[in-house]
Nanobody
């Protein structure tokens, strides 16, 4: 499966953004999808994840209550709704698909939050 992330941009603190991760290829619906981010000089970190059915979602403590992950199976797209953005949310955001031992990363999309 191939992934395409989009939706990043430059916003002010307190604003919202919605990232999209759109897949192409077969068996997309059987993949778990996660969002990760990497800030300059830091390691890539987990942000949120969603099960293949969409029935289970997971969040890092740093975004719990502010970010919401969801998926539209028909559109082969997973969304990350980001509200109340903070300067520390500034990073390149990546989506990742996992099914068993198979993984696939999308290219990143830059999110910059100014104070």
């Amino acid at each position: 499966v191939q992934l395409q992330a989009s939706g990043g941009g430059l916003v002010q603190a307190g604003d919202s953004l919605r990232l999209s991760c759109t897949a192409s290829g077969n068996m997309y619906n059987r993949y778990r999808i996660g969002w990760f981010r990497q800030a300059p000089g830091k390691e890539r970190e987990y942000v949120a994840g969603i099960s293949w059915s969409g029935s289970s979602t997971y969040y890092d403590d740093s975004v719990q209550g502010r970010f919401t992950i969801s998926r539209n199976i028909a559109k082969k797209t997973v969304y990350l709704q980001m509200n109340s953005l903070k300067p520390e949310d500034t990073a390149v955001y990546y989506c990742k698909a996992v099914r068993g031992i198979m993984t696939s990363w999308g290219q990143g999309t830059q999110v910059t939050v100014s104070s």
